[in-house]
């Protein structure tokens, strides 16, 4: 068989039923009965409960894991690491080859299934892959088809559930999802689509990405990001809804009902068919509350603490949004745990990352909120921790004195299903073995099988035992096709946010001329472990901005200036923020603070002593207390200052690409007008400094006024930073917003407004 080269569809369609389709690569054959027709995805020649199509999804499920060997249930609960289409051997990702040479070298087509994937198909059963980059729709549907051809043939014929981090941002070095290509629609980062305030986008926004996902071949989305952050310095606050629970729980509920919902010819039964995307709402119970704004990642960021006794706001998002749907779906049909060890509540909780809390798991998620879906870890929690300060290290908060397999065993025990980013089975057969030890073989094969019917259901219900395939044409005119794309540009000029207008100055006159100094990017490693050297570079090309303004470089001769600026960015010591290696060195612990300013930080007011001691580690005390931090993107600042300089009296607008709250005091009084961004939104930004759309975005955030008011927050509290005040009297709290006729107060902000303060 050619695994390595297109994959010849061949189908049949049901009378009144589902089109089945399959590989003639595979050799599968079809069964008639009762005149219809059904895939022999056994090989046996009759047909199982779980190959009639005509029975609900639990009882396929069910049927099918009770004929399941140990080691292919094991295999069936791993989740493949990070896959790019085509492969490339990376570190941490691992060696990638193509009959043992590079896909270069092979001459095979980018939509080969790479040696390593035959291999944990075959021999670890893995059923369930994420995807990283591909180069185009078209291909990832080729190879999708490939991929799935191989595993048509294999014991049982179980199709291959595919899925991606979020991939329809603009600022595509976030996270994961470095050069994610395929051509898909661009929305604003998840926070922006949260400064809509608007839910009913947010399901539209999930309705259209799910048709590009199916297109793309995933057929679960590792999102959405539901987690209350109320922490303003953690690094994934771009990928959140916010700090508002009850803004929050909405836009979950809606992004899940867009993805998870089939109608019309495409529903299956109820509300799941063909165009559903499964949900995989993260990070249970919530990992916005890090202390000090440490990301759990890393080592020197694995806790999370709750200072102000709010632990129960975090579920709400999951609670009263994701688990109650509007939609016949009903619930998110997955949850991955996050990273963090819920620190010290009232002996009710380990000291252990959440992925292996008994209580977290069994008696919070599935006994008080009745949730019997999916629960997936987040990628190597399994594996051995390596140094506080490296990324690709594994993630085993509380168990690090722990085998593999004990590992596999307690998350197990803790009422987990999956294991993200394991890729061999054997760490589960030993998990599996303790239990047999301690429990007999009746129970264990019990507690395999129940995992099972939920992974198997999730399958099942998209359509894939009947049709897994992809047509590659129609795959190419639907991902990133020009209706969705428009209303993707559209969401983004939704989103921006007007801070200030001083005395009308935006917007700005067609063709007026306009100086735009040049940013600098200092050198720099990103999530995907790709160096960037050091330049010089303008915000925006030339080429855009002369379809709005008329563009020089010498600001004497401009009308007004824009700067687009970062914010800071306090991981100024690699990608591990608030611990640095060389502090510990010098006689330190190793933390330091997280700024949100642009100038250098001392941390005067942090605590005398953290919240989280770990008995275990060489430093249990976290403290930062009066060190020193420098951001990496200080000259940013040097920029916004320096063009006020040169243009006198002249308007300067600042445009700032916000992926959280910031410190704006140090260059809002330089600025006649603000914008906030969210993403690289340069076009829809274009389109409302120039007058083209008027801003309507709201603050989904805070702005604190100085970092002595983030340090003295509570991690686990919203709204109770003091908030900027700006030279026209204008508070930056959660909510705010300007269009051109000022302040906007509509029904948004009285819908979700009564979080703020009362004083305000």
Same mark, same amino acid.
Request: charged letters at 25%; proline letters at 5%.
């Given at each position: 068989?050619?695994?390595n080269y297109?994959?010849?569809?061949k189908s049949?369609q049901?009378?009144g039923?589902?089109k089945? @389709?399959?590989?003639? $690569?595979? =050799?599968?054959?079809?069964?008639e009965?009762d =005149?219809?027709?059904f895939k #022999?995805?056994?090989g046996?020649g009759e047909?199982?409960?779980?190959e009639?199509?005509?029975l609900?999804?639990e $009882?396929?499920?069910?049927?099918l894991a009770?004929? *399941?060997?140990?080691?292919q249930i094991a &295999?069936l609960?791993?989740?493949?690491?990070?896959? !790019?289409?085509?492969?490339v051997s990376m570190p941490?990702f691992g060696?990638?080859t193509?009959?043992?040479k590079?896909i270069?070298?092979?001459g095979l087509p980018?939509?080969a299934?790479?040696?390593?994937q035959?291999i944990f198909?075959r021999?670890d059963f893995i059923r369930?892959?994420?995807i990283i980059?591909?180069?185009?729709?078209?291909?990832?549907?080729k190879?999708n088809n490939?991929i799935?051809? %191989?595993?048509?043939?294999?014991?049982?014929?179980?199709?291959v559930?595919?899925s991606?981090?979020?991939?329809?941002?603009?600022?595509v070095?976030?996270?994961?999802?470095?050069?994610?290509?395929g051509?898909?629609?661009?929305?604003?980062?998840?926070l922006?689509?949260?400064?809509t305030?608007?839910p009913?986008?947010?399901?539209k926004?999930?309705?259209?990405?799910s048709?590009?996902?199916?297109?793309?071949?995933?057929t679960?989305?590792?999102s959405?990001q539901?987690?209350?952050?109320?922490?303003p310095?953690?690094k994934? !606050?771009a =990928?959140?809804?916010?700090?508002s629970?009850?803004?929050?729980a909405?836009?979950?509920?809606a992004?899940?009902?867009?993805?998870q919902t089939s109608?019309?010819d495409?529903e299956?039964?109820d509300?799941?068919g063909?165009?559903s995307?499964n949900?995989?709402?993260?990070?249970?119970? &919530?990992?916005?509350?890090v202390e000090?704004?440490?990301d759990?990642?890393?080592?020197?960021?694995?806790?999370?603490?709750?200072p102000?006794?709010?632990?129960?706001?975090?579920l %709400?998002?999951?609670t009263?949004?994701?688990?109650?749907?509007h939609?016949?779906? &009903?619930?998110?049909?997955?949850? *991955?745990?996050?990273y963090?060890?819920?620190?010290?509540?009232?002996?009710?909780?380990?000291n252990a990352g959440?992925?292996?809390?008994?209580?977290?798991?069994?008696d919070?998620?599935?006994?008080?909120y009745?949730y019997?879906?999916?629960v997936?870890?987040?990628?190597?929690?399994?594996e051995?921790a390596?140094?506080l300060?490296?990324?690709y290290g594994g993630k @085993?908060?509380?168990?690090?004195?722990?085998?593999r397999?004990e590992r596999?065993?307690?998350?197990?025990m803790?009422g987990?299903d999956?294991?993200?980013?394991l890729?061999e089975?054997e760490?589960?057969?030993?998990?599996?073995?303790?239990g047999v030890k301690?429990?007999?073989?009746t129970?264990m094969?019990?507690?395999?099988e $129940?995992?099972?019917?939920?992974l198997l259901?999730?399958i099942?219900?998209v359509?894939?035992?009947?049709n897994p395939?992809?047509?590659?044409?129609?795959?190419?005119?639907?991902?990133? @096709?020009?209706e969705?794309?428009k209303?993707g540009?559209?969401?983004q000029?939704?989103s921006?946010?007007?801070?200030k207008n001083?005395?009308?100055?935006l917007?700005?006159q067609?063709? *007026?001329?306009?100086?735009?100094?040049?940013i600098h990017?200092p050198?720099?490693? #990103?999530? *995907?472990c790709?160096?960037m050297?050091?330049?010089w570079?303008?915000?925006i090309?030339?080429?855009?901005l002369?379809?709005?303004f008329?563009?020089t470089d010498?600001p004497?001769?401009?009308?007004?200036a824009?700067c687009i600026?970062?914010?800071?960015d &306090?991981?100024?010591?690699?990608?591990?923020?608030?611990?640095d290696?060389?502090d510990?060195?010098?006689?330190?612990n =190793?933390y330091?603070?997280?700024s949100? $300013?642009?100038?250098?930080y001392?941390?005067?007011?942090a605590r005398?002593?953290?919240i989280?001691q770990?008995p275990?580690d060489e !430093?249990p005390?976290r403290?930062y207390?009066?060190?020193?931090v420098t951001v990496?993107?200080?000259?940013?600042?040097d920029?916004?200052l320096h063009?006020?300089?040169l243009?006198?009296?002249?308007?300067?607008?600042?445009?700032?690409?916000?992926l959280?709250p910031?410190?704006?005091?140090?260059?809002?009084a330089?600025? #006649?007008?603000i914008?906030a961004?969210f993403g690289? %939104?340069?076009n829809?930004?274009?389109?409302?400094?120039?007058?083209?759309?008027e801003p309507e975005?709201?603050?989904?955030?805070?702005?604190?006024?100085d970092m002595?008011t983030?340090?003295?927050q509570q991690?686990?509290?919203?709204?109770d930073m003091?908030?900027?005040?700006?030279?026209?009297g204008h508070i930056?709290?959660?909510?705010?917003?300007?269009?051109?006729?000022?302040v906007i107060a509509?029904?948004?902000?009285?819908?979700?407004?009564?979080h703020?303060?009362?004083e305000?």
């Open positions: 068989m050619k695994q297109e994959t010849t569809v049949i049901n009378p039923g589902p089945l @389709c399959w590989s003639e $690569q595979s =050799g599968m054959k079809v069964i009965k =005149g219809l027709y #022999d995805l056994a046996a047909l199982y409960p779980y009639d199509w005509r609900p999804a $009882q396929r499920a069910s049927d009770s004929r *399941m060997s140990v080691e &295999g609960m791993l989740y493949s690491r990070h896959q !790019f289409i085509p492969g941490y060696e990638v193509y009959n043992g590079s270069q070298e092979s980018v939509s299934i790479s040696d390593q035959k198909l021999e369930h892959l994420l980059s591909v180069q185009s729709a078209a291909d990832a549907a190879w490939n799935q051809s %191989l595993a048509e043939e294999l014991p049982w014929g179980i199709p559930a595919i991606s981090d979020p991939r329809h941002g603009t600022t070095t976030f996270e994961f999802d470095a050069g994610a290509g051509d898909i629609s661009h929305w604003p980062e998840p922006g689509l949260a400064a305030f608007d009913a986008l947010m399901e926004f999930g309705k259209i990405a048709k590009e996902y199916r297109g793309l071949g995933i679960t989305a590792l959405p539901i987690d209350l952050c109320t922490e310095r953690w994934r !606050f =990928g959140s809804i916010g700090e629970s009850k803004l929050g909405d836009l979950a509920r992004y899940c009902d867009g993805f109608e019309g495409s299956i039964t509300g799941w063909y165009e995307v949900t995989m709402v993260k990070h249970w119970p &919530g990992g916005g509350a000090g704004g440490r759990a990642h890393f080592g020197s960021g694995k806790y999370s603490v709750y102000g006794d709010n632990f129960e706001e975090h %709400l998002p999951f009263e949004g994701a688990f109650k749907l939609g016949k779906t &009903g619930k998110a049909s997955s949850v *991955m745990p996050y963090t060890a819920v620190y010290g509540k009232a002996g009710n909780y380990e959440s992925g292996y809390s008994k209580y977290l798991i069994t919070l998620l599935r006994n008080t009745q019997d879906e999916v997936c870890t987040d990628w190597s929690i399994t051995d390596s140094t300060e490296n990324l @085993c908060w509380g168990a690090e004195k722990l085998t397999g596999c065993y307690r998350i197990l803790a987990v999956q294991f993200g980013g890729n089975k760490p589960v057969l030993d998990a599996y073995r303790i301690e429990h007999g073989e129970f094969r019990k507690r395999l $129940q995992s099972a019917v939920r259901k999730n099942f219900r359509g894939l035992f009947e395939y992809l047509d590659p044409e129609v795959s190419a005119r639907t991902v990133g @096709c020009a969705y794309m209303e540009f559209a969401a000029k939704k921006i946010v007007m801070l001083k005395e009308n100055v917007p700005l067609k063709k *007026m001329k306009v100086y735009i100094p040049k990017w050198e720099s490693v #990103d999530w *995907m790709q160096k050297e050091e330049h570079d303008s915000p090309s030339k080429e855009l002369e379809k709005y008329t563009v010498h004497e001769e401009a009308d007004a824009i600026i970062r914010q800071p &306090g991981a100024a010591f690699g990608l591990a923020g608030g611990y290696v060389s510990k060195e010098a006689g330190g =190793g330091l603070p997280i949100l $300013q642009y100038r250098p001392t941390a005067v007011y005398e002593h953290s989280a770990d275990n !430093f005390d403290t207390r009066g060190k020193t990496n993107n200080e000259d940013d600042l920029l916004v063009t006020r300089e243009m006198g009296e002249k308007p300067v607008i600042v445009c700032v690409n916000m959280g910031m410190v704006v005091k140090e260059f809002e330089a600025a #006649d007008a914008v961004m690289d %939104l340069s829809a930004l274009l389109e409302v400094l120039s007058g083209n759309f975005g709201l603050l989904p955030m805070q702005l604190p006024a002595r983030v340090e003295e991690e686990d509290v919203p709204f003091e908030c900027h005040r700006d030279t026209e930056y709290d959660f909510g705010y917003g300007m269009n051109w006729q000022g509509d029904e948004r902000v009285r819908t979700y407004g009564h703020l303060p009362k305000n």
